[in-house]
C-alpha cells in the first residue's frame, strides 16, 4: 500500500463512523442518563461482588455498567470524531457537515454540496484527511 493510501474496507467503516455521529452521540448520552438514573434499589445491578463478601455500592455498579465494551467503544468514535472536527476549518467542517450528516442513509455527493468555497477536487481532499485522522484515532489505519 502506498503512503497516503487507505484500505477500502478501513474507509468504509471510517465513513460509516463519522456518518453514525449523531446517532452514535445520542444514544451514548441515553445510555449514560440511563446509567446514572439507577435507583439504589436491586434493579440497579447491585450485587455481591465474588471478591468481595460486601455487597457493591451503587457508584461501583453504574461504573461498572459505564464501561461496558458498546460504551467504550460508541465513546471512543464519539472522541475521535469530534476530535477531527475540531481540528477543522469552519469551511472544512461545513462539508464535513454536509457530506455526512445531511443524509442519514448515504452520503451527499460532492457534486452536490454547493454552500462551501472548495472545489470538488478539494473537497475530496478534505474528506480523505477526515478519513485518515478518524480511523488513526480509532485504530483502523
Known sequence: MKAGMIDRDAWHIIEIIIRRYPISKKEYGEYIDQVMALSTNHSAGVNFSEDYSKQQSVTEAKALKMT????????????????????????????????????????????????VAYSERQMKRIVKKII????????EI
Open 132 to 139: 485518515l485522522q478518524v480511523g488513526i484515532y480509532m485504530g
Open 68 to 115: 461496558s465494551k458498546r460504551a467504550e467503544r460508541l465513546k471512543k468514535q464519539i472522541d475521535a470524531v469530534e476530535l477531527v472536527y475540531g481540528s477543522l476549518k469552519p469551511e472544512e467542517q461545513k462539508v464535513m457537515k454536509i457530506r455526512f450528516w445531511s443524509d442519514r442513509r448515504r452520503n451527499m455527493p460532492y457534486t452536490k454540496i454547493d454552500d
